[in-house]
Antibody, heavy 122, light 106 residues
């Protein structure tokens, strides 16, 4: 059964960067994209981008284009999302998620990681 | 950018049918997906590509999509269905989520 396990909660100061990991198990890592979605307190889900673990290609939301880096380590079946120049509005729960099926244009997501709370505060 | 509009809240009596709408321009021409999110938990996919249920999702969950409105229907509502529900589409440049609807089972 496919499962995604994320790294633990982080507290960062404004202007810093945060890097979150997402370890996959129960399926062949390189066959499915990994998406990143965040949810600020009381707010809607917000898509940030995805990575194709097979070739490393990424697609990022225009909103985060300049601040987000998505990478992967295929030997560890792990994807990473780094967000830079953090501000208070970036306080949110960050999720990784896998599409239900393989392919770059499959964007319905299941399963999801458990979420990682990132708090940005001075 | 493409926008999806959902009602903030919907209430349904126990055992009755709940409908949650998701509005968007010509949304009927897109594939719509629905997620259930219980408090403090990650979202769970309940409907994909308008009207398909992932393995493990009860038949009580169904979807439709036409014109400018997509709809999630939950039949025979149970207390465990109480959650936030989000619709989602792929716009040419972004994955887009609706604002979410809180379903209350009375």
């Amino acid at each position: 059964q496919a499962q995604l396990v994320q790294s633990g909660a982080e507290v960062k100061k404004p202007g810093a960067s945060v890097k979150i990991s997402c370890k996959a198990s129960g399926y062949t890592f390189i066959r499915y994209n990994i998406h990143w979605v965040r949810q600020a307190p009381g707010q809607r889900l917000e898509w940030m981008g995805w990575i194709n673990p097979g070739d490393g290609n990424t697609k990022r939301s225009q909103k985060f284009q300049d601040r987000i880096t998505i990478t992967r380590d295929t030997s560890a079946s792990t994807a990473f999302m780094e967000l830079s120049s953090l501000r208070s509005e970036d306080t949110a729960v960050y999720y990784c998620a896998r599409p239900l099926a393989g392919g770059d244009y499959v964007h319905w997501l299941d399963p999801w990681g458990q979420g990682t709370l990132v708090t940005v505060s001075s | 950018s493409y926008e999806l509009t959902q009602p903030l809240s919907v209430s349904v009596a126990l055992g009755q049918t709940a409908t949650i709408n998701c509005g968007g321009s010509y949304i009927g021409s897109k594939s719509v997906h629905w997620y259930q999110q219980r408090p403090g938990q990650a979202p769970v996919l309940v409907i994909y590509r308008d009207n398909n249920r992932p393995s493990g999702i009860p038949e009580r969950f169904s979807g439709s999509n036409s014109g400018n409105t997509a709809t999630l229907t939950i039949s025979r509502a149970q207390a465990g269905d109480e959650a936030d529900y989000y619709c989602q589409v792929w716009d040419p440049s972004d994955v887009v989520f609706g604002g979410g609807t809180k379903l209350t089972v009375l």
